[in-house]
């Protein structure tokens, strides 16, 4: 099996849901995988279907997008074989194909699969869906609304209260706050801050997240009010996990 897999595999925080990407296409790959990251979850990715059942028998992600055509064993095989198994038969299953025919849809979801997406799809949409399938598999573990202390954000809404104090974000300091309380504690670099929130292929100075950092600090801390987010020197930025705490 592909060693990287393997140690993107073993490096996931458990306070992050894991899903597991089977794709093929190179392109489409490490698209799901940027989108599914800047959405704070972890992310495996395969590219057979072989050795995706080799890393299924070793792990249990929360979540596994499946492509249908894939070398080894193909995805429609790969969801049989899952479901076959006693440990893997509520595995929620997202199946992606370039197949748009009715019987095709009813084919994967006869086997197993929990949901079916048509190539081309729209990625907020398949975003959308992964969160849905989550919620009902995982209920205790997604959330709209982060609630760390006196500071309330909702990712729906895109708004933030600290207290009863409503607080207005531009749209790079919000996500920088969503980026940073989804793993209270975590110390991102300033480099990996760049990535989720602005992009891999964002052509920005790290000096730019010191700037975006202190306008998110200048907007929620006031007077006396303590500053959740920690400055690690050396090393970036970390949103204080014993914020909030006596």
């Given at each position: ?135 009902r598999s995982r209920p205790e ?12 954000l909702d990712k729906q809404t895109?708004?933030?209260r600290r207290g009863e104090r ?81």
């Amino acid at each position: 099996m592909d060693q990287d897999a393997l140690s993107r595999s073993s490096g996931k925080k458990s306070a992050s849901l894991h899903i597991v990407v089977v794709e093929d296409d190179d392109s489409l790959g490490l698209l799901l995988t940027y989108n599914l990251e800047a959405e704070g979850f972890t992310v495996t990715l395969v590219d057979r279907g072989d050795e995706a059942e080799t890393l299924l028998a070793e792990i249990r992600p929360d979540l596994v997008i499946l492509d249908w055509m894939l070398p080894g064993v193909s995805g429609f095989e790969l969801c049989r074989r899952l479901r076959a198994r006693e440990d893997q038969r509520d595995l929620p299953i997202i199946m992606l194909t370039a197949r748009g025919e009715e019987t095709d849809r009813v084919r994967g979801l006869s086997i197993g699969a929990d949901d079916y997406v048509v190539k081309p799809f729209s990625v907020p949409e398949l975003m959308a869906r992964v969160r849905s399938l989550l919620r009902r598999s995982r209920p205790e573990r997604v959330a709209d609304r982060l609630q760390i202390g006196d500071l309330s954000l909702d990712k729906q809404t895109r708004r933030l209260r600290r207290g009863e104090r409503e607080i207005h974000l531009g749209p790079t300091e919000f996500r920088l706050l969503e980026h940073m309380m989804e793993k209270p504690g975590r110390v991102f670099s300033r480099a990996s801050l760049l990535d989720a929130v602005w992009g891999m292929t964002a052509e920005i100075d790290e000096r730019t997240v010191d700037v975006h950092m202190g306008r998110l600090r200048k907007a929620i801390v006031r007077a006396n009010e303590k500053d959740p987010i920690r400055t690690v020197r050396g090393a970036g930025y970390s949103f204080d996990e014993t914020f909030g705490k006596p």
